[in-house]
């Protein structure tokens, strides 16, 4: 069974239990202290109980793939102060990372410092009597599965600290960003010295060419001087905390974080603070007319206390997903009918060309012209020869098999009878139209 790869997330806060952080994949609730569905034939794919409950099915993924079910691991394997979720994190860490890189390993773990991982590493796997392996005979008694408040209690008495990076383009959340210069790799106008970087003012100038010289400098300051504009509005905004912000947008609704894109227009034309309250205002008054018009959607219904209204709102909730899965059943039902009519149809021009044409001919009605039709284009060619055949136009064959299909869907069966009675046309039309299907 393949294990889907964690989705690396903020750092650690106090109260977490590890540093990998697992959402669901529909509804983005945090699943990393609960029991999560992994899907073993989607990589790095992981649904909530409830939206595995209702068969969500998102991109690739389908509700019939195999899965597993990952609950937490906070009992201890080798030492009593590490569970088995931070020994399987701090080999991850070094494999990804690199042995004796005890930085990143911890920071993949979480809830150990650098020190941490190296003295348990050095104790546990190195100097084992088994190396390379650990001791595998070791019994711990069940009160040592810590829980959440040990672990809360033990990260605020050591708190963790702050990774140094060296400034280098590539250390840093923001690629090309050097911490150490308080530089990007590539700055805005970034080939604005191109154009002074061989320019000298000599002695034998005239004052046309001193003047164009010196227009030159005073676009090229112009540019400096925007480039530290926005510069300092990147500073200024936190903007380089890319995970940090992407974390806070992912936990805001659709909704919001479409308002709050189209208000970033207005960033550069406003402080901080003045920019802060207007997207707070702005996200206000989205909440009030919500709230408005769910409460006019109450009273037009009928209801007139929030006891009612929020019973209506659990109801409502409840009838939209059973419509949705009915919708999404209907869909498979109408595609596995349309397969079994194309291989009947396949089937029967078949038959049709292996029988011998019979001696004694009766005379058959001249087949309907329907090329051109309206919802011609609607029907494959096995119905477009059945239209034709049995002269009827495309738009009331579509409504004939909407109705057939629809009755099917109900109840699970069809018979002929009951085709007939649906059907008020010609009986041996309606046969050889439920034959087709």
């Not at 034998?204 to 090229?220: A, G, S």
């Not at 004694?360 to 059945?386: M, V, W, Y």
Request: proline share 3%; hydrophobic share 35%; with cysteine.
């Amino acid at each position: 069974m393949s294990q889907s790869k964690a989705k690396r997330s903020q750092p650690v806060m106090p109260g977490d239990e590890v540093g990998q952080k697992f959402h669901c994949d529909n509804c983005q609730a945090n699943l990393t202290d609960g029991v999560r569905v992994s899907c073993n034939e989607c990589a790095e794919f992981d649904l909530c109980t409830t939206c595995f409950s209702r068969g969500v099915e998102i991109g690739a993924h389908r509700s019939d793939h195999a899965y597993r079910v990952v609950t937490r691991h906070r009992f201890p394997v080798f030492t009593e102060d590490w569970s088995a979720d931070e020994e399987l994190l701090l080999i991850d860490g070094l494999r990804q990372f690199g042995m004796g890189n005890w930085k990143d390993a911890a920071e993949h773990v979480g809830t150990k410092t650098k020190e941490d991982c190296e003295r348990h590493y050095n104790d546990v796997y190195v100097a084992s009597a088994a190396w390379p392996l650990p001791d595998m005979d070791r019994e711990f008694d069940a009160s040592f599965a810590r829980t959440l408040g040990d672990k809360r209690s033990r990260l605020v008495a050591t708190p963790s600290k702050a990774k140094v990076l060296s400034s280098q383009p590539s250390n840093h959340e923001i690629v090309g960003y050097m911490p150490g210069r308080l530089e990007f790799e590539t700055e805005f106008e970034n080939e604005a010295e191109q154009v002074v970087k061989d320019m000298v003012i000599h002695e034998d100038d005239t004052m046309e060419e001193v003047e164009l010289k010196q227009i030159v400098l005073k676009i090229y300051n112009n540019k400096l001087d925007r480039r530290l504009y926005r510069k300092a509005f990147v500073f200024d905004r936190g903007l380089l905390e890319y995970r940090k912000n992407q974390a806070i947008e992912k936990r805001r609704p659709k909704d919001e974080r479409d308002l709050l894109n189209k208000t970033k227009v207005f960033a550069r034309m406003q402080t901080r603070e003045d920019s802060d309250a207007f997207s707070t205002g702005v996200l206000n008054e989205h909440a009030l007319r919500q709230r408005i018009a769910q409460l006019q959607g109450w009273r037009r219904n009928g209801i007139t206390t929030f006891e009612d209204g929020v019973q209506y709102e659990t109801e409502r909730s409840q009838r939209l997903s059973r419509r949705a899965t009915t919708q999404r059943d209907s869909a498979q039902l109408l595609e596995r009918m349309q397969r079994i009519v194309s291989a009947r149809s396949q089937r029967d021009m078949g038959a049709d060309a292996a029988v011998t044409q019979p001696i004694r001919k009766t005379p058959q009605p001249s087949s309907l012209d329907i090329e051109g039709a309206d919802g011609i284009n609607l029907l494959s060619e096995a119905e477009r020869e059945l239209c034709s055949r049995l002269r009827i136009f495309p738009r009331p064959y579509l409504v004939i098999k909407q109705t057939l299909l629809s009755e099917y869907a109900r109840t699970g069966s069809l018979w002929r009878s009951r085709a007939r009675e649906l059907i008020r046309i010609d009986a041996n039309k309606t046969n050889k139209i439920y034959n087709f299907f």
